[in-house]
């Protein structure tokens, strides 16, 4: 092949314990990243998202399944022999080696000279503006340094794939929210492949080149946060990624990837499918909060295809208003406005309104 | 905090009680420290103040028996400490690193069994052993005793600051390229050396004051300090007996206090 992936895990299953109290942390898990890539494992904790990574490190053994880097099959390497960098959760810098030596361990340990690695390990102490802590102890760090020099000591051997494990969840939000940008300058400036775990959406959305949503060792869905976010292609990811309504609904005709659905009332909606779906069938249909307008009702407006309710609801956020509407059936729904508008607000609660749906913001998902 | 109702010295009592344990703990102890520099022959009245008895342990009749019989002590209680705190800091790595196998629970209470057993059990246990593998009683047998029951009093200070060390550190030193080797040597052993520290000072000092194991296995002809000591006193107390059992309370609290403090560093370095 010519183009080989950095990474390609395929089939991979993991397996704690034996029958029949054993416990399948993975099932399955297929994913392949691409080099220089950004690639994020995002899932609520106990997804398997840590399992994945610390078996690509090398941490856990692969009950099944094959995990190749560079087209070259890893999963029976111990993780010394792996090409490989962890930035691990809790940093596990070394409490009793200076920062430099920290830095240059792993340099060390390959067999490079005192001298070569001390001064790689010092330009990259550097690079995260760390220079002139070189003779410090991790422990006179704070924490956003001890994570800036975890960095360092990681990718000072140059990886061939650098593994984080939810690096940022130990920062309070300010810093967290600068090391992002870094993480991902760094990232793009060593052009090395970055494999980061989190359980954080917007960490995930703002750094990823692709991600892949993961749930209960099982895969959701591969893609871009673009994707992931307009695309959901099931419940799980449209509920975990963002804020969605999610409404039952029953298919009463399919043309293409459009299929035509009865909600609530007997109100008709234009979707958008998921997957492949017969008609009769029933379904859930996924709405974007920011992509429901709402409008007074007024007895013209009240057509077929209009939902109607009851605003019960203001929630000011800054930025925007969270609106919840009490549809007629029951149905509870939140829709979004941006503030700058400020076209919501002439409701009062309690006022009945109609809601307005974005053309193709309704997403018929089949699982 | 300390006004809280709860505040155990609030109970009835507290305070007469705890003077009763103390002083049930240490009189005897002062007792037999003020005694060792008294003038008089006599261990009961007192005499003036001397530091004859201290001249009679280094210089007196018993003089070689005790030097004997302290170079005997030391030299075991520092072999067998080592052995001990090697065998405990394996011990202590398998059991709390190592995967759950069949029978943990089982190997923690083999490791810390002699703790619990009766002292003599497990002195004429260890003598019926010698006699029938044929080892000869003398030195060489102490040793290997002693080595075993120290076993423990090593490995509780090791285990209880291993399973303080995050295993991340480890993982860390393999995922840079590092042995399993370099990873124990540079990264597991420093951060675990206040653990063996005190585990070896905890083992040491419990060798050297053994007594009943070591006068079960013990030959003809070979003492260390405590039997020398107890054959000493079986023909009538002396006040030099007094000055050598001051000066092992001395090396006791010496090496406890060392102990004691080096976990404590430890801790603060974690």
Known sequence: ?367 | MANTTTDVRRYPGFLAFTILCLVLLYTPMIIVTIYSFNDSPSITKWGGFSWRWYQDVFFGIEAAKFKTAAWNSLSIATMAGISATVIATSAAIGMIRGNSFKGKSLSFGLINLPLMVPEIVSAVATLIFFSAIGITRGYFSILIAHMVFCIPFAYLPIAARLEGIEKSYEEAAIDLYATRWKAFTKVLMPLLAPGIISGFLLAFIISLDDFIITNFVKGAGVETLPTAIFGSVKQGIKPNIMALSTLMLLVSVFFVSLSYYVSKLGERSR
Not at chain 1, 27 to 41: A, G, K, Q, R, W
Not at chain 1, 70 to 84: D, S, T, W
Not at chain 1, 168 to 175: E, I
Not at chain 1, 350 to 360: C, K, L, P, V
């Open chain 1, 1 to 367: 092949m010519a183009n080989t992936s950095a990474l390609e895990v395929r089939n991979a299953v993991k397996v704690y314990g034996v029958k029949p109290n054993d416990v399948i942390a993975l099932n399955d898990v297929s994913i392949s990243v691409e080099n220089n890539e950004f690639f994020t494992l995002l899932g609520p904790s106990g997804c398997g998202k840590t399992t994945l990574l610390r078996m690509i490190a090398g941490f856990e053994t692969i009950t099944q399944g094959s995990i190749r880097l560079f087209g070259e099959n890893i999963e029976n390497l111990p993780a010394n022999k792996r090409p490989v960098n962890t930035v691990f959760q809790q940093y596990a810098l070394f409490p009793h080696m200076t920062v430099l030596q920290n830095a240059a361990f792993g340099l060390t340990m390959l067999g490079k000279s005192d001298k070569e690695a001390n001064s790689v390990a010092g330009r990259m102490l550097e690079m995260v503006q760390l220079g002139g802590f070189a003779d410090r102890k991790p422990g006179q760090l704070s924490g956003g340094q001890q994570q800036r020099v975890a960095l360092a000591r990681a990718l000072a051997p140059s990886p061939k794939l650098l593994l984080l494990d939810e690096p940022l969840s130990a920062l309070d939000l300010k810093l967290r929210h600068s090391m992002r940008v870094e993480l991902k300058q760094i990232q793009e400036e060593m052009g090395i492949t970055f494999i980061f775990v989190t359980h954080d959406q917007e960490e995930a959305l703002t750094m990823s080149d692709r991600m892949a949503v993961m749930s209960n060792g099982e895969l959701q869905q591969i893609g871009t946060g673009k994707e992931i976010y307009e695309q959901p292609g099931n419940r799980f990811v449209a509920d975990f990624i963002g804020e969605t309504n999610l409404l039952s609904a029953t298919v009463e005709s399919v043309k293409g990837s459009h299929a035509t659905c009865v909600i609530g009332n007997n109100t008709r909606l234009e979707c958008v499918v998921s997957d492949a779906i017969e008609a009769g069938s029933s379904a859930h249909i996924s709405i974007r909060p920011e992509r429901i307008s709402l409008a007074k009702s007024t007895v013209s407006s009240a057509g077929q295809d209009t939902l109607t309710g009851v605003v019960s609801r203001y929630v000011y956020l800054g930025t925007d208003t969270q609106c919840k509407l009490l549809l007629d059936d029951g149905t509870k729904i939140n829709c979004r406005v941006q503030n700058a508008h400020g076209s919501t607000t002439d409701l009062a609660v309690g006022e009945r309104a109609s809601i307005h749906i974005d053309q193709g913001a309704a997403r018929l998902l089949v699982n």
